[in-house]
């Protein structure tokens, strides 16, 4: 079989480097790898493919950076014209970015099967486009691979089949894994004590203030702060002119670093304040206190594992909560989330395919209390139409039985 990788985000090439390698060590599976070309520069995509050996993609469409629709509908047609033209038997997608609801929807419209690699994440608030990505491919996904037992049951609370649902663990820990092992033992590059702060969230840069706040709240921090900035918050701080106000503090601003640089620097570090939804799994995983300048966390289960701690952006709160998180006593490591999920979701997938059941099902809407209304194949000229299975439209459902002789008689059915 075929399978389409879509990747277009420095989170996304990393966290599916397990799927990528699981597809590419299985004889019956071929792989398309497709990158939207979201993030473009060196250090935001090409250092990634590098330090993890993963292989230059099929196709580069070349979307770039553009406000949130025209991004999403600039992958959707890119896409669309690389799918017209390649056979694939399902497109995976990773996370939450718009180049992931973009090839999704793209994918599902042309009948192509999609699924979702870390499904079922919620951070309940849409005032994040990332919230409002990850519904809309849930929804049109097949397959759903969650992280994690939250996410399961987010999926199962939204009414998904459950048959649709594999709690498949966490890629990024399979990264991770890798991630270190290629470090090894490793050395200190930066003396502790030390931070690491990494902010990109749209809501926190675009927002002159939040922005201001957070930077001074970095500042503020009872220790150094090495802070590799992500383009989108140079480019906001250069443009509200808040360069200025970090320059003599303790606020080390560097460029985005390399994933093993960057895991080094973590793993060395006393204390991280972040936005970043990678950063906080890694985070709780190495064990470390974690500051999130945020109001909600699709990763909750690393707050309640003593790790995360939710902060507003404000700098003197920002600072306060650093120093009391680091006096406090170090929370004991926790199991959070299993290793091994690209493995699983490459397995999933050939079962599926084996059985024929890759495709979404049409719902069945008598878990949900409407009636069903399906359209089976086309038998000599005539549709036929099949109820659910015990007749719960004509015995108890009147107006709707109502509405259905109507469609009956305008398009000349027979009731199978
Ligand atoms: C995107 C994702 C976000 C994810 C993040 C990972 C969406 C809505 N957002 O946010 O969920 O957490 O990626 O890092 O999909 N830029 C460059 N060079 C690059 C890439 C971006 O200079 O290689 C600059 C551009 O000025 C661009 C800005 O960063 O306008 C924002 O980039 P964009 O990809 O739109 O969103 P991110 O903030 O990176
Ligand atoms: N990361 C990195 N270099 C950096 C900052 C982050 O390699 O300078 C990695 C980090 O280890 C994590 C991922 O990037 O795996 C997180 O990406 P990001 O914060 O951009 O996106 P999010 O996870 O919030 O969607």
């Given at each position: 079989m075929r399978i389409a990788v879509v990747v277009g985000t420095r989170p996304e090439f990393i966290k599916t480097w397990s799927v990528i390698k699981a597809i590419r060590n299985r004889s019956d599976m071929d792989l398309l790898l497709v990158h939207t070309g979201q993030h473009y520069d060196y250090e935001m995509s090409q250092a990634f493919f590098e330090d993890l050996s993963i292989e230059a993609p099929?196709?580069?469409?070349?979307?770039?950076?553009?406000p949130t629709v025209e991004q999403t509908t600039s992958v959707m047609n890119r896409l669309a014209e690389v799918l017209a033209n390649e056979m694939v038997d399902i497109l995976l997608v990773q996370g939450d970015t718009n180049s992931c609801m973009g090839a999704a929807v793209a994918a599902v419209q042309m009948g192509i099967p999609v699924g979702h690699i870390e499904a079922g994440c919620r951070s309940y608030d849409t005032t994040m486009p990332e919230e409002i990505n990850r519904i809309v491919i849930d929804s049109v996904s097949s397959l759903l691979f969650a992280p994690s037992a939250i996410a399961h049951s987010n999926l199962l609370r939204q009414?998904?089949?459950?048959?649709?649902?594999?709690?498949?663990?966490?890629t990024s820990v399979d990264a991770l894994e890798e991630g270190l092992r290629l470090l090894g033992d490793g050395v200190d590059t930066i003396e502790r004590p030390y931070a690491v702060a990494t902010i990109h969230r749209a809501g926190n840069t675009d927002d002159k203030n939040r922005l201001e706040q957070i930077l001074l709240g970095l500042g503020s921090l009872p220790m150094r702060c090495v802070f590799p900035v992500h383009p989108r918050t140079k480019k906001k701080i250069e443009e509200f002119g808040l360069g200025k106000s970090v320059k003599e503090s303790q606020l080390m601003m560097v460029p985005p670093m390399g994933y093993l640089t960057f895991l080094n620097v973590l793993r060395h570090s006393n204390l991280i304040v972040t936005d970043s939804g990678g950063v906080q799994e890694e985070a709780a995983l190495l064990s470390k206190p974690t500051l999130t300048v945020?109001?909600?966390?699709?990763?909750p289960e690393t707050a309640w594992a003593g790790f995360n701690l939710l902060v507003p952006a404000v700098g003197s709160k920002i600072a306060e909560a650093a120093r009391r998180l680091t006096q406090a006593p170090d929370a004991e490591p926790k199991h959070l989330y299993e290793s091994g999920a690209g493995e699983r979701i490459v397995d999933a997938i050939a079962d599926r395919h084996r059985r024929g059941r890759l495709a979404k099902e049409l719902i069945n809407m008598i878990d949900t209390g409407y009636p069903i209304l399906k359209l089976s194949d086309s038998v000599e000229g005539k549709v036929l139409m099949s109820f659910d299975k015990s007749g719960f439209l004509s015995s108890r459902q009147n107006g709707k039985r109502f509405l259905l002789e109507v469609y009956r008689e305008l398009t000349n059915q027979e009731e199978t």
């Open positions: 099929d196709y580069h469409l070349g979307v770039g950076s553009h009414g998904c089949e459950p048959d649709t649902i594999v709690l498949a663990g966490n945020r109001n909600s966390t699709e990763w």
